[in-house]
């Protein structure tokens, strides 16, 4: 550190000061590149106005405190050449003063816990599957505790979720809610390192139903944001006073928010205007006049609702937009999800049937990761061991299930398609074909991208013989 200071004796302070004052607020201040799920990565040029203003007001509409107010405390762990790492744990943290703590390289390998253990962050931004990665963590933890013990957790999250999901907004919590929270709860968020935080943040993609339900029983409620690389990071935030479930909350003060091409169901394209609003891609003209309308609105590819008090649904990606054979839409978020939650041994789903006559859906099973590399490995998750348990079956690894056909997982796979199906909201919404693959996705497998976003088109090119199979004769 001492020979890095020692750089800075180099340069003189004239010169410095002249490389600072020939800055503009319309100049480009840094480039991000989109992650690449659409195909070819773009660089989105952010300018110094955009930085300093998304830092300022995005954060404090999540409630982000200035240092002579609060002291922030914050981990930093996801790539900081994504827009939500740089936003959130650089431009907001030298804004208002923050401590950031940087985590240890193997912190999405399972070491994040470590880090928080010893930060006691007061906020925590994270990407849903993070969030996953802990819920399901501690779901293995309890099922290896006795019995009382799970009874126990069971029992306070349950209380804890009613009172979450109640309309009540009051302060008087009653006496059964507290016990739950001292005796149980509180013990867990401290395991986590979660004592003194007071905002859990969730980005890039929308968060399941399951997940939000599982947090909100240990009585911390995940706060939604909404953006893109474009908007240089948050244009919609939750926050402790902007919260609704599912949503990903309200545009920031300053910014607006609005539908295009909506349909009857009050889905449309998702459009931003503001001063997050990014300067255009660097050396693509074109590509930027087709992401920017001639009224400075950019289009964001999103689909979702906004209701009446100004809240933000997203509901999936235009591009992702399944268009079966017979011309139906169908969006595969909502039903990918609600395979999911029907069937707690699932951990990956992807829906398929684009021009197809049917849908089918690939699925993977929750498995364990080598703590050395984090790759999933043939070894079913202690939750999914219990799955296959209560069903009568023995198995303990994927590739028995898949080698064997296991007929109760099978069956219990079948039974949750179906139950899914029946809450279908039209006949072309049944999911007629399914079929278990060997492995879980994963960041090295080519399936998930930097921030844990499905790769569809990567999907359906790896996995070309699987699907043609489901369409065959």
Known sequence: ???????????????????????????????????????????AMLSHDNITWTATHCSR????????????????????????????????GIKWGEQVYFAEPDALKGGLINTLKEAQPTSLMGVPRVWEKIMEKLKDVSA???????????????????????????????FQTRLADYLVLAKIRRALGFSRCQKHFSGAAPLTTETIYFFLGLNIPLYEAYGMSETSGPHCMSGPYVYRRHSCGKAVSGCKVKLVNEDADGNGEICFWGRTVFMGYLNMEDKTNEAIDEDGWLHSGDLGKIDKDGFVYTTGRIKDLIITAGGENVPPIPIEDAVKKALPIVSNTMLIGDQKKF???????????????????????????????????????????????????????????????????AKVQCIQKWVILQRDFSISGGELGPTMKLKRDAVLEKYKEEISAFYKG
């Open 359 to 425: 849908l089918s859906i690939l699925l993977t099973l929750k498995s364990t990761l080598d703590p050395e590399t984090s790759e999933p490995t043939d070894y079913l998750t202690e939750e999914a061991r219990e799955f296959c348990q209560k069903i009568g079956s023995n198995a303990t690894k994927v590739s028995e299930i898949v080698a064997t056909k296991d007929k109760a997982v099978h069956q219990a796979i079948q039974d949750g398609i179906t139950k899914v199906n029946i809450n279908a909201t």
């Open 144 to 174: 290896q505790s006795s019995f009382m013990k799970r009874k126990m957790l069971s029992w306070a999250m349950s209380v804890s979720l009613e009172r979450n999901l109640s309309s009540s907004s009051s302060d008087l919590k009653p």
């Open 1 to 43: 550190m001492e020979e890095f200071m020692e750089l800075g004796n180099e340069i003189t302070d004239d010169t410095l000061d002249y490389i600072i004052n020939s800055q503009k607020p319309n100049q480009c201040c840094g480039l991000i590149y989109t992650s690449g799920t659409t195909g070819k990565p773009k660089g």
């Open 61 to 92: 509409a999540g409630d982000m405190q200035p240092a002579e107010i609060q002291q922030e405390t914050i981990v930093s762990y996801l790539p900081l050449s994504h827009i939500a790492a740089q936003i959130y744990d650089l431009w907001t």
